[in-house]
């Protein structure tokens, strides 16, 4: 049964066709996930979907009644409210009803009146049929699979990270259990166990749920059904992520074949024409170019950008690149316990723990973006860093992405900057567009260009892979095996790394400041 039916949905972007009556249907017991190259038009679609974003063209029509829950990342969180409180906001109904019930019996108390208590008798049958007294043990198990516990479900909201923040308006939607959920890259944040965990809980939803997520494994384990858009088309694929693609495959094999025999007729029949046009059979070739205009010609097939990133190498002398002593790191109060280790000039090292543990805190200590709150760190001379932030910020966020380059290389050219652009796929459209109305891949594909600007010898890599669609992680995997020098390396996707070429692996949880 159908719950979503999308017809003749068309959008343009700027100068970019996202969409031409594109056709798709989503039922009751799907698990879609959404797939496509950075900029494809996968978040405009959950935009339209929920009726933030307008179509050119199109008609989307829901099922009547339908609870439709969306992981909004920027909803409201109060001032001084606590986890605890704001996860409990997934319940407002029941605890209305339970306020309402002690209300009742206050009442009573003043009011002996029989009619009430039939009232509250009821609500409480309610209650109870909801399991309402159990809530606060269902609050606990999300937050402690998507590892709020670990950071006290007392703290306050507006004390959060952007990923903790990301978190608790999950957590909090998962809790609502709608009939619908719409998820834009729900694991951006989450690490190993906690992907595990929602992975799991997603293949025990009862509902239906469309997912973006360029975490290929992710998606492997969750969905039964796949939306791929490509080329301004959105197809439909059933079964697993990898047998979607090799669908995908086989379909576009089987339309290269019909392509090329098409294009191979057209040739011949062009060539009868022009050789007997004016001749004895010119009605014969009058005939066939009349076949010809009516002919329905397939489109040429569509070739992707692939990106091909090489980070600049810069010699130097040292062996020993870093060397970090007693080092605690932290805001007011230390996350972690004081931490000593040491980097080698081509060792590549991987930073693990929870999101929110003090990963990113300790990368902005040791590069001195953030005072340490103890020990010391020492950098080897002539040690040139280049440093990848997580964060999307832009110091002037209406620039494009050729104005960023070109104000922070004035001595580079035009050409060689949209070069190295070009080199992350970006396209030229995207290239000349402001970067707050690029998607978060494509602004990830900026700071990627940024840094291919760059001779270094020491990497430092805060959760590159978020946001990026898989070529263009490929690509930056390949390319940080090739890297001579050392790399410093955060990642939440453990498929993007492995022991192959990660020399060592920090658990920086084991750390933590309890």
């Known amino acids: 049964m159908s719950i979503l039916t999308v017809t003749g949905l068309s959008q343009q972007f700027v100068d970019k066709q996202l969409y031409t009556d594109a056709n798709f249907q989503v039922n009751k017991e799907d698990h879609l996930g959404v797939v496509g ?54 319940f407002a109904d029941l605890y209305a009803k339970a306020d309402k019930v002690n209300q009742i ?19 409480q049958q309610e209650l109870e049929a909801a399991d309402f007294y159990n809530l606060d043990t269902r609050i606990e198990t999300v937050a402690s699979g998507l590892g709020l516990t670990a950071l006290g479900l007392d703290h306050p909201v507006d004390q959060l990270s952007g990923g903790q923040r990301s978190k608790i308006i999950l957590a909090k939607l998962l809790l609502e259990e709608p009939d619908m959920l719409l998820l834009d890259e729900p694991t951006n944040y989450l690490d190993k166990s906690h992907i595990e965990w929602l992975s799991d809980w997603l293949q025990e939803f009862a509902g239906a749920f469309i997912v973006i997520s360029h975490d290929f494994d992710f998606l492997e384990q969750v969905t039964n059904a796949i939306l791929d858009i490509e080329f301004a088309t959105i197809t439909k694929y059933t079964g697993s992520l990898h047998q979607a693609m090799r669908q995908k495959e086989a379909n576009k094999e089987t339309y290269m074949k019909a392509f090329n025999k098409q294009q191979a007729q057209i040739q011949k ?19 066939r170019e009349k076949q010809l205009a009516h002919m329905e010609r397939l489109t040429p097939p569509g070739n992707r950008a692939k990106a091909k990133i090489v980070f600049p190498f810069i010699e130097q002398n040292s062996q ?31 930073l693990e723990g929870f999101n929110g543990v003090g990963k990113s805190t300790l990368l902005k200590t040791v590069l001195g973006k953030l005072p340490a709150l103890g020990g010391t760190v020492e950098m080897a001379q002539n040690v040139v860093v280049g440093y990848f932030e997580q964060e999307l910020r832009w110091d002037v966020p209406k620039q494009t992405p050729l104005q960023f380059m070109m104000a922070k290389y004035p001595a580079a050219t035009q050409r060689t900057l949209r070069q190295v652009l070009s080199r992350t796929a970006l396209t030229r459209e995207n290239v000349d567009q402001p970067l707050t109305l690029l998607s978060g891949g494509e602004q990830s594909k900026v700071k990627l260009a940024d840094l291919m600007m760059q001779t270094t010898n020491l990497l430092v890599m805060d959760e590159p892979t978020n946001h990026l669609d898989d070529d263009t992680k490929a690509a930056l995997r390949q390319a940080l095996i090739e890297y001579p020098g050392a790399v410093i390396l955060v990642s939440h996707e453990e498929g993007f790394y492995d022991d192959s070429w990660v020399d060592r692996r920090v658990n920086i949880a084991d750390l933590r400041v309890k």
């Open 269 to 287: 029949t062009e060539a009868y024409i022009r050789r007997f046009k004016a001749g004895t059979r010119s009605k014969s070739a009058k005939s």
């Open 105 to 123: 019996y206050a009442d009573y108390a003043t009011n002996p009146d029989d009619e009430l208590l039939s009232k509250a008798g009821t609500l």
């Open 37 to 90: 190259q950075n900029g494809a038009g996968k978040s405009t679609l959950i935009k339209i979907l929920t009726g933030q974003v307008t179509p050119d063209a199109g008609k989307i029509v829901w099922q009547k009644h339908l609870h439709v829950g969306y992981l909004d990342q920027y909803a409201n969180l109060e001032p001084g409210q606590t986890i605890m409180a704001f996860l409990q906001t997934a």
């Open 320 to 350: 020993v690149l870093l060397d970090v002593t007693d080092l605690s790191v932290g805001y007011d109060q230390p996350l972690l316990q004081p931490m000593n280790f040491t980097l080698s000039h081509d060792e590549v090292m991987a």
